[in-house]
DNA sequence: TTCATTTCTTGTCATAGGACAAGAATCAAT
DNA sequence: ATTGATTCTTGTCCTATGACAAGAAATGAA
């Protein structure tokens, strides 16, 4: 598969001109990841949206006490994009890093703001997509308060099942918000039934 | 207080040029609430945001069980705006309700593509106050998976003052994630010390 | 294959917060 | 002032999850 077919599922773009397409293609490069690789580091500003294309990666940041939290996962077919460090232009407070070796597609700061700029409809896609963000945000946060863990990893076994077989326990337990120890016993609990 | 300073002060308006602020307060209007008013009700699209001066409000979803969950409260000076039904024009799931009366300055979505779309600078600070938004959503998304309750009561305490000392505790308790009892029960500990 | 490391499971015990119910205090409307 | 309706507090008991520690299983490097 080719740029162009990977942004064309990835955005709306049935209505870009041949040039508008021309400039979209150019701008975005394919990339690859090695497990363990640091996409966006803490501490400094993000640079790149990037489509994954195959592989697997995690965002987290670190707790008052020194834990890593899991805030997100990046499978397949979605966008990494750290949106206030990118936006904003400010040092992150999150890191995203490979859990298996992987590809992708990504776009610098720089060239999202040419496209941004200069072709509508990817200006509405892109608004789109970050507001379709902000609601599962939205979402999420609103299940932490009113799911039992059990639920909110019966809702990402579903929505989410390539997280659950790929990713180590420990990330989605800390993505679920409790322990792994907890998690374990939640998986022993569901397997009996 | 005028609408240019109060938008002044709302938005960085400091380069906007004369026929711009012109546009800017022609758009914006004043409103004034009740307690009890409905300024967005969920199977609705949010067709406003509003810029709260005086009074209190909160937004709030129902979930599973069918009980009210408060997803934010809106204070003096902070604004009123349900990100994914006002942008994507889809019906909104929160509804938001006043806690006492009040007044406020709103601007219909018609309005605000037209500000946004004729002055650059209102775009920019529009995407600015976006992502904030998006940054402070996750961080309040952290503090339920990393914080105990008494931590979040804590840290509303400090930086929602008015919240604290105007809204009815169960309002509170919903939003920090916990029962109006638990919440009555941290308050007396915290009396303690 | 073997050894070391990481990941996952399980046990025991502790604790934050929930469910439910009964009072107390506050507020609103007559 | 009186009544009724909210709102807030408190008691008792219960449950989900955490903390800590010890194995078991899986993984990876030499």
């Known amino acids: 598969m080719d740029k162009a077919q990977i942004l064309a599922k990835a955005f709306n773009t049935?209505?870009?001109s041949p040039s508008e397409m021309d400039k979209m293609t150019s701008l975005f490069e394919f990339v690859s990841?090695?497990?363990g690789d640091f996409v966006l580091q803490q501490g400094t500003v993000a640079n790149n949206l990037m489509i994954v294309l195959e592989g697997l990666l995690r965002s987290f940041a670190i707790d008052p006490d020194g834990n890593e939290i899991t805030t997100s996962f990046h499978g397949k077919g979605s966008g990494v994009l750290e949106v206030a460090s990118f936006f904003l232009r400010?040092?992150?407070k999150e890191n995203t890093q490979a859990l298996s070796d992987g590809k992708g597609l990504k776009i610098s700061f720089e060239g999202f703001?040419?496209?941004?700029?200069s072709i509508p409809n990817f200006r509405e896609a892109g608004r789109a997509r970050l507001v379709n963000g902000?609601?599962?945000?939205?979402?999420?946060?609103l299940s932490m308060i009113t799911?039992?863990?059990e639920n909110r990893y019966l809702q990402l076994l579903e929505t989410h099942p390539?997280?659950?077989?790929?990713?180590?326990?420990?990330?989605?337990?800390?993505?679920?918000?409790i322990t792994?120890?907890?998690l374990s016993r939640i998986r022993r609990e569901l397997s009996k039934k």
């Open 14 to 16: 049935s209505s870009f």
């Open 90 to 92: 400010v040092p992150t």
């Open 113 to 117: 703001q040419e496209l941004f700029h």
């Open 147 to 149: 799911e039992s863990a």
């Open 162 to 177: 390539q997280v659950i077989a790929e990713a180590p326990l420990k990330h989605i337990a800390t993505y679920l918000g």
């Open 134 to 141: 902000f609601f599962a945000l939205k979402n999420r946060s």
């Open 33 to 35: 990841f090695q497990k």
């Open 180 to 182: 792994d120890t907890s």
